[in-house]
């Protein structure tokens, strides 16, 4: 890395639009909702704001299910409401992230809708097949969403293939005329002056030759055929075309959304040589507690030797080839101090602020998502009938009703833990009726502990998990050893405390974690043997680099001979 691009220096700020701020009383938040709330977002020193799709949608899944990619969602505001955001942003200094959906469509876009009749040009721009005439679908491949992935159009007596719901058929990307869509989209948006894209699933969109079966469906250890799609033979050079049209034509920041990819794989996509994308979000770490039959649905708790055999991984093989992004949540997980920290009233406040600083210490882009920044928590308080997820909903319905594979404790246990809806409830600004979302009951129901966890209280506390967050942005900011520097595991084996060293020709810093609601005793001085001075911490005082209290965070200069 010959040099620092703006956005390895950069941290992102992500808004899920439909939880962030309702503006006019219809509990759903929305475009100037944003707006009203940029001061807000700016004071927490973030550079860029990704917004969720707000893209016109009938809305099967939120939003990720586009009709018309140059219509803003009418429940978001218009396109003048647009505008005005996107001034907003330009004006105080920050830049805007939009999410680009383009492994699939809805079934509502007009593409979709021309496309079902089999003489019309648009009929190629999707994967139709014939069945069996028996009723059984072109291959054995399940849905994302649960059951299969083909849906059979009576209209054309032929299947579409979905990865995720009916309602989101599947591009078929091999058609250089759906690219050269997709690319005047692009640069539609880039022309009014937006500043990147986070890409959706962009690893699904070239699917393998002959659309074979799936081994791991046949053989009943799989619930999902992703992995199928995942990498496919021609995805490569559909990027570096994509990037050659389009994203070297603008400065743009580019993420790409991947799920089963190697460090190796990621290099592929976003090598600094490579010109295709400049990172990738990984799933490797947010697997990790999964149930080896039921994945996501499960109670399991996260082996902390694991996640730093993991996150080392990857700071070590993109080290000089290419570059990470840094994530705890988004709006598909659930909350990280509800899930891999203590969100116990005692506890919630000190172990947010030691998973931010673990974070935001290696090297990568960090993204914080809405609520993360106060220690906004899982909701537990919710029934099955409080939920809107359309993958949750799903998974209990073929889990529970139809398969009974689990029973309705244990599935609801596991859905209060792992649940996209924990990440979606909305935005808790302080303590007023709906936490200050909205005057009229929201599309998600609130967070019952929003009297307690909320913006207008942490603004004022300067021990807040928001001032914490504050201070870790500024500091890494301040110190290009979190940008450039290397990094090196300390005690890989430790299952309590994660220790890490980033160095680079000017700076060392030791960054300790304690992952633990224990009082430990650790043995770094020997290994430093340096004199520290402490840079940062989680606690008011220091009892010095060795000694840790429960979910302790702190970092030391260490002073270079």
């Given at each position: ?48 704001l990704w917004l969720n799709p ?230 490797e770490h947010m697997s990790l ?262 979910y302790e965070a702190k970092s ?6």
């Open positions: 890395m010959s040099s620092i691009e703006w956005w390895q220096k950069a941290t992102v700020y992500q808004i899920y639009p439909r939880s962030f701020q309702d503006s006019n009383g219809d509990g759903i938040g929305d475009l100037p909702g944003i707006t009203q709330r940029l001061d807000y977002v700016k004071s927490l020193g973030v550079d860029v707000i893209y016109e949608s009938p809305n099967d899944d939120n939003g990720y299910d586009i009709s018309n990619y140059r219509k803003i969602m009418p429940e978001f505001g218009t396109m003048d409401d647009f505008d005005k955001l996107l001034s907003g942003i330009h004006t105080r200094g920050m830049k805007l992230m939009m999410d680009l959906v383009v492994n699939h469509t809805s079934d509502e876009h007009p593409w979709f809708q021309q496309g079902i009749d089999p003489s019309s040009p648009y009929h190629n721009f999707y994967i139709w097949r014939k069945g069996e005439k028996d009723g059984t679908p072109p291959n054995n491949w399940r849905s994302e969403f649960h059951g299969p992935a083909w849906q059979f159009n009576t209209a054309n007596e032929e299947w579409y293939l979905h990865l995720f719901s009916q309602k989101q058929p599947d591009l078929n990307w091999d058609n250089p005329a759906v690219r050269a869509e997709v690319y005047d989209i692009m640069k539609w948006w880039c022309e009014k002056g937006i500043d990147g894209f986070r890409m959706d699933v962009i690893n699904l969109i070239s699917k393998p030759t002959g659309l074979p079966d799936d081994p791991l469906v046949a053989d009943g250890k799989s619930f999902s055929s992703l992995r199928m799609s995942a990498n496919g033979p021609h995805v490569h050079e559909y990027l570096r075309e994509m990037n050659r049209k389009v994203l070297s034509q603008y400065d743009l920041i580019t993420v790409g959304e991947t799920g089963d990819v190697t460090a190796e794989d990621a290099i592929k996509y976003t090598g600094f040589d490579r010109h295709e994308l400049e990172m990738v979000f990984q799933f507690d999964n149930d080896p039959q039921f994945g996501k649905w499960s109670t399991r708790k996260l082996n902390l030797v694991d996640l730093k055999r993991s996150l080392s991984y990857w700071q070590e093989k993109l080290h000089g080839r290419a570059w990470n992004s840094l994530y705890w949540n988004n709006h598909d997980q659930p909350r990280v101090v509800s899930r891999f920290g203590n969100d116990t009233p005692q506890y919630r406040s000190v172990s947010a602020k030691m998973l931010a600083q673990t974070l935001h210490f290696l090297q990568g882009t960090p993204y914080i998502y809405q609520g993360e920044e106060l220690g906004m928590t899982n909701a537990r308080s919710m029934t099955l009938a409080d939920y809107k997820d359309l993958d949750t909903l799903n998974a209990y319905q073929e889990l529970v009703e139809e398969k009974k594979l689990i029973s309705s404790t244990e599935m609801m246990a596991a859905i209060q833990r792992r649940s996209r809806d924990n990440a979606r409830t909305p935005m808790q600004w302080d303590a007023t009726n709906n936490a200050g979302f909205s005057t009229v009951t929201p599309w998600l129901k609130v967070n019952g502990n929003y009297v307690d966890i909320n913006v207008h209280d942490e603004e004022t506390d300067p021990d807040s998990v928001l001032a914490y967050y504050k201070k870790l942005i500024s500091v890494r900011q301040g110190h290009d050893v979190f940008i450039d520097g290397s990094y090196q595991l300390l005690d890989p084996t430790d299952d309590k405390v994660y220790a890490y060293v980033r160095e680079n020709g000017s700076e060392k810093v030791l960054v300790i974690n304690n992952f633990s609601d224990e009082f430990l005793k650790r043995d770094f001085a020997s290994q430093i043997d340096k004199t520290v001075r402490l840079l940062i911490s989680n606690y008011a005082s220091d009892q010095g680099m060795d000694n840790l209290r429960p030391y200069i260490v002073q270079k001979q």
